[in-house]
């Protein structure tokens, strides 16, 4: 289920079955939804630029893939303000459930 939304595809909920893990039917979805954006944005809906991957849950193994995709940024809790994923992100995110991310060392802010 996506949302369309003035300036980006938001992917709200995609099915997930263990039994069918091995499809990698979320990698399969997301690629879709890029392409999807790609061509309405080139087709001429030109503020459609972004595409949300929805929720992540670093240690939840179901949404691993998401930190897959590049670039890819995630909102800092305390500041409001976006950060772009990196290594320094993701080993941050491995050491404690909770991260000040624009406190990181060396990472990339969007206000």
Known sequence: MCVV????????????DPDYA???????????EIHWVAAA???GAE???YYYLGYYIH????MAYKAEY?????????KQVWVKVDRTVLQALDRSPYVVLS????VEMKP
Not at 22 to 30: D, K, N, V
Not at 103 to 106: K, S
């Open 70 to 78: 590049s670039p890819s940024e995630l909102l800092c809790p305390e």
């Open 5 to 16: 939304l003035s300036r980006c595809l938001s992917s709200k909920y995609f099915f997930w």
């Open 59 to 62: 240690n939840c193994p179901k």
């Open 22 to 32: 091995w499809l990698s039917l979320g990698r399969y979805g997301a690629l879709q």
């Open 47 to 49: 503020q459609l630029e």
């Open 103 to 106: 406190c990181l060392p060396g």
């Open 41 to 43: 944005h080139a087709a």
